[in-house]
């Protein structure tokens, strides 16, 4: 079982930075892949960016490309996502998901329903 918790969250203009966290414990040597995914009203939860475990490779939504990056620090068990360049579009619920086991394909880092686990989200509000 694994237990996630983000953090960092709030109320930025357009154009500031936000630097979102996500502390995993519990039997966190079983992931495999963390990943963020973010919820505005009246809209789906969409994939946003993800990192595996033990080698760091990334994979990012296209909306976000170039301006969000994914990082991680295993012996903190914690997942970052900075977020630079903040458009009004990106506010939403930021939510840190991890998923167990290994698959390979950009599936098993982008698609909602491979992930175990959730946080309880954060709420990012930008600012015209």
């Known amino acids: 079982q694994v237990q996630l918790v983000e953090s960092g969250g709030g109320l930025v203009q357009a154009g500031d930075s936000l630097r979102l966290s996500c502390a995993a414990s519990?039997?966190?040597?079983?992931?495999?892949?963390m990943g963020w995914f973010r919820q505005a009203p009246g809209k789906e939860r969409e994939f946003v960016a993800a990192?595996?475990?033990?080698?760091?490779?990334?994979y990012y939504a296209d909306s976000v490309k170039g301006r969000f990056t994914a990082s991680r620090d295993n012996a903190k068990n914690t997942v970052w996502l900075q977020m630079n360049s903040l458009k009004p579009e990106d506010t939403a619920v930021y939510y840190c998901?991890?998923?167990?086991?290994?698959?390979?394909?950009?599936?098993?880092?982008?698609?909602?329903?491979?992930?175990?686990?959730w946080g309880q989200g954060t709420q990012v509000t930008v600012s015209s």
């Open positions: 519990g039997h966190t040597f079983s992931i495999y892949v």
């Open positions: 998901a991890a998923r167990e086991g290994y698959g390979s394909g950009s599936y098993y880092y982008t698609r909602e329903d491979v992930y175990d686990y």
């Open positions: 990192i595996s475990w033990s080698g760091g490779r990334t």
